[in-house]
């Protein structure tokens, strides 16, 4: 498996990697963030700020949800590839409020863009070759049909990623 070129604020890299955080709910996180943030934030910014970085680790296969007892809140593991990633470490936790785009800004969004159209194009080709193996082997046609469409749900959010990502440049 490729290492992965991940972004990640400089207040996640120091809790994550830094202090080697692991085996911990979202909460935990938050409040860990919170302390070692240089930006003080609003509690309820910073929770949102903490879930979307966790559902993208998780999305990336970096960080596994452990559904953990009824009731429980969910604990959060590193995942093998976590410690194999390549961090790009972000200099502070970007504002919600509009700002001009810098160039940094710029080139940090064509590499999000190239990555997310090679991710796409790979997508394409495995659900391709889902489609012609199930026209081969129809008897795998029930088997493949689940991952088939997982394939087409992950391209088409690629493609709106990818849009999204050429609107914010356009606007740059």
Known sequence: MAIQKVN?????YDVLIERDFDNFTALQLRDAVGATSQEKRKVIELRKLVYRTLNRL??????VKDHACE???????????????NW???DHITNDTPQSISEGTTEWLNERLEQCESDFIACLSEFET?????????????????????AREQSSRLLGEIRALKIAMSIS
Request: with cysteine; net charge positive.
């Open 71 to 85: 009731g429980k809140k969910p604990v959060y593991l590193k995942a093998e590839s976590f410690d194999t990633a």
């Open 58 to 63: 998780i999305n990336k296969g970096l960080i």
């Open 130 to 150: 889902y489609k012609d193996l199930c026209k081969q082997a129809p008897h795998l046609n029930a088997k493949l049909q689940d991952v088939r469409s997982k």
């Open 88 to 90: 790009h470490i972000l």
């Open 8 to 12: 990640i604020q400089q207040a996640f």
